[in-house]
C-alpha cells in the first residue's frame, strides 16, 4: 500500500512521532510544498517531496494535512492525480464531508479524522466519520492502521465541534489551565520548574484515576473530607464562574468552527 500524507505540518508530524512500525511497512510518502519542513523529517523509510502530483500519484490512501484554508486550492492541484479507490482522509477543522466532496470527483471514499497532538505518542483521541463510499472493510483497515496512535472515536459529523471543543482544540485549553496554576504557584513562592512538575504529576494522576474510575464526584470525595483543606478551595471553585467560562471557551471553538466552514463555503 502506498499511503502519503500532503503537507508536513504539525499533524503530519505527530502522526509520524505515533505510528508503530507496521505503519511503515507500508510505501509512505510525505510532501509539502516548500522543503523547510520536510528537513526536519528524518527517517528512511518516508519518501519526501514537494511534489504533490508525485506524492498522490497511485496512493491508496491520501492524508490531506494542510489548513482548511488551504485544502481547496490543494484538491484542485490533485484531484486528477488521486485514484479513483483511493482513500481520503482529511484533517481540516470545520470542513464537513459534503464540502469536501464538492471538491472532490463521484464516488470519492472519504473519512474525516479529527485528531489532537497527543498522537505523538500514542495516547491521542482522534474523532473520525466516513462518507457512504467507504466499505467496512476500508474503515476496519484504516483503524487498523492508525491505532498505535490513541484511541480513534467513531462520531457522528453533527458531533464533531463538540470534540474539537474536548479534544482536538481541548488539549490545548488543559494546557492554558496548566499554565495559571502553576503561575499562581509561582505568584505564591514557589520555584517554577517544581510548581510545573507537581502541576503536571496532578493532572496526570488525576487523568489516570479517573480514567480507572469515572466517577468524579466521587474521586473528589475522597480527596475532600469535611473540615479539611480541600473543602476550602473547591468551595472557590464551585462558587466562581468556572462554569460560564468554559462554556464561552467551549462555544467560541464550536462558534470558529462552523465559521471555517461557511467562509470556505463561498
Ligand atoms: N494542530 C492541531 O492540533 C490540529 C488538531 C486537529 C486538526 N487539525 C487539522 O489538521 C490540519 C493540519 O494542521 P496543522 O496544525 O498540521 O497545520 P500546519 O502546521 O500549518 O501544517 C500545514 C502544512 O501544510 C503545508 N501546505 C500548505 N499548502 C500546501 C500544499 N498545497 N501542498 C503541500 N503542502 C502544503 C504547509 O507548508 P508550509 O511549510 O510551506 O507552510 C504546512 O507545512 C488542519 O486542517 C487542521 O485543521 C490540527
Known amino acids: 500500500?502506498?499511503?502519503?500524507?500532503?503537507?508536513?505540518g504539525n499533524m503530519t508530524q505527530a502522526f509520524l512521532k505515533g505510528l508503530d512500525r507496521s505503519f511503515f511497512e507500508h510505501e509512505v510518502w510525505v510532501?509539502?510544498?516548500s522543503q523547510g519542513k520536510l528537513d526536519g523529517i528524518d527517517d528512511p523509510n518516508i519518501t519526501k517531496t514537494i511534489d504533490n502530483h508525485k506524492a498522490v500519484h497511485n496512493a491508496d490512501v491520501v492524508v490531506l494535512a494542510v489548513k482548511p484554508q488551504q485544502l481547496f486550492a490543494l484538491l484542485d492541484e490533485i484531484r486528477a492525480d488521486i485514484k479513483a479507490d483511493a482513500i481520503l482522509i482529511s484533517l481540516a477543522a470545520g470542513l464537513r464531508m459534503d464540502q469536501l466532496e464538492k471538491g472532490l470527483f463521484p464516488k470519492v471514499k472519504l473519512i474525516r479524522f479529527m485528531p489532537n497532538t497527543a498522537i505523538a505518542i500514542g495516547i491521542g483521541s482522534i474523532a473520525m466519520c466516513h462518507n457512504g463510499n467507504v466499505k467496512a472493510s476500508e474503515l476496519a483497515f484504516i483503524k487498523q492502521l492508525f491505532k498505535a496512535c490513541g484511541s480513534l472515536l467513531e462520531l457522528n459529523e453533527d458531533?464533531?465541534?463538540?470534540?474539537?471543543?474536548a479534544s482536538g482544540s481541548g488539549i490545548a485549553f488543559v494546557y492554558q489551565i496548566m499554565a495559571t496554576y502553576v503561575q499562581t504557584?509561582?505568584?505564591?513562592?514557589?520555584e517554577e520548574a517544581l510548581a510545573k512538575s507537581l502541576i503536571t504529576e496532578s493532572f496526570f494522576a488525576a487523568s489516570s484515576m479517573a480514567k480507572i474510575n469515572p466517577d468524579l464526584d466521587d474521586l473528589m470525595t475522597r480527596?475532600?473530607?469535611k473540615g479539611g483543606t480541600t473543602i476550602e478551595g473547591l468551595k472557590v471553585l464551585r462558587s466562581s464562574q468556572l462554569h460560564e467560562i468554559l462554556m464561552e471557551m467551549c462555544q467560541k471553538t464550536i462558534l470558529r468552527s462552523k465559521q471555517l466552514g461557511?467562509?470556505?463555503q463561498k
Open 223 to 225: 480527596v475532600a473530607s
Open 262 to 264: 461557511e467562509e470556505l
Open 1 to 8: 500500500m502506498k499511503i502519503s500524507f500532503i503537507g508536513a
Open 185 to 190: 504557584l509561582v505568584n505564591l513562592g514557589l
Open 31 to 33: 510532501s509539502n510544498r
Open 159 to 165: 458531533q464533531f465541534e463538540l470534540f474539537i471543543a
